[in-house]
């Protein structure tokens, strides 16, 4: 597996643990298929399962970037490909499971996703996603030279249409979607913090957190107000009622807010310092050299 490898030829950890990652869910989705737990409908219980990995996996691709540049943990970015790669490939399983859903009748499949607004978007997300796979190579990013990174920038637009499908799909119960694309607006926001600041502010962080918080409640209370006629007044109440279930804002909230809490403690860990050798007289080195020849 000389993918998991650094040039060096020695086993690269985060490659490594990227790919081992890549196929815990595939397990678990696989244990429960093996106990019968899949429900009336294990198809499509598979389905909305690779689909969700799928906009997780994405997510994860965008995430390793700003955790490189928060933790200086610039050996991250050699996970991105195998993230990258594994969101791919979920998006395979989930279109070959949807044909399979349909009895592999390939003429309802084009017509459902060219009828279908949201099969439609999730589709070109599909195929943005394949076109990125196909020139994750190193002889395509040799061959593509500067156009491979124009390129691989549209992973942000297909990131939007992967959330706008999860959206759609979801319907009314877009609980988890939201979240999902609270956490979207995080990673955007955090590329838009420029690149020339060696640490990232915390008072930065906290901003994006809040605006995070904040966008995620505006388009949720826009989604259900033009989706469901449903009125402001009432998704405020709700998402301020903290008896029934916590809304996607206050998740989003969290985990956003966690991130500042995470870099802050990490900054104070203990610096290692350069070993500084003390040099030897140049008599005592030059027995040293003397004796490590004879």
Partial sequence: ???????????????????????????????????????????TEVIHFTGDW????????????????????HKLML?????GVTTAVYAIFHILLYTLDQKFDLLTVVGEISLRFYLTIGFLAFLSLIALLVTSTDSMVKRLAERWTFLHRFCYPTAIL????????????????MVMVGLLVWLFGFRAIPRGVREVPLSRLLALAAVSGALTMIIELLWYRFRSNVPFERILRADFDFSYTIAPTWYVLAIT???????????LRPQRGPVVRKAMPRAASGVARVQSAS
């Avoid at 994405?58 to 970037?65: D, R, V």
């Avoid at 996970?79 to 993230?83: E, L």
């Avoid at 807010?257 to 900054?267: H, I, N």
């Fill in 54 to 73: 799928t906009v997780r996996f994405l997510w994860i691709t965008l995430a390793i970037s700003p955790a490189a540049r928060l933790f200086k943990a």
């Fill in 162 to 177: 992967a959330a706008t499908h999860y959206l759609l799909q979801s319907k009314n119960d877009v609980w988890m979607p």
């Fill in 257 to 267: 807010l966690a991130v500042p809490v995470v870099v802050y403690l990490w900054r």
């Fill in 1 to 43: 597996m000389s993918f998991l490898r650094e040039r060096s030829g020695a086993w690269c950890p985060e490659k490594v643990l990227a790919f081992a990652g890549a196929f815990l869910p595939a397990l678990w989705i696989f244990s429960r298929w093996w106990g019968d737990d899949l429900g009336a409908r294990p198809v």
């Fill in 79 to 83: 996970a991105r490909r195998t993230a």
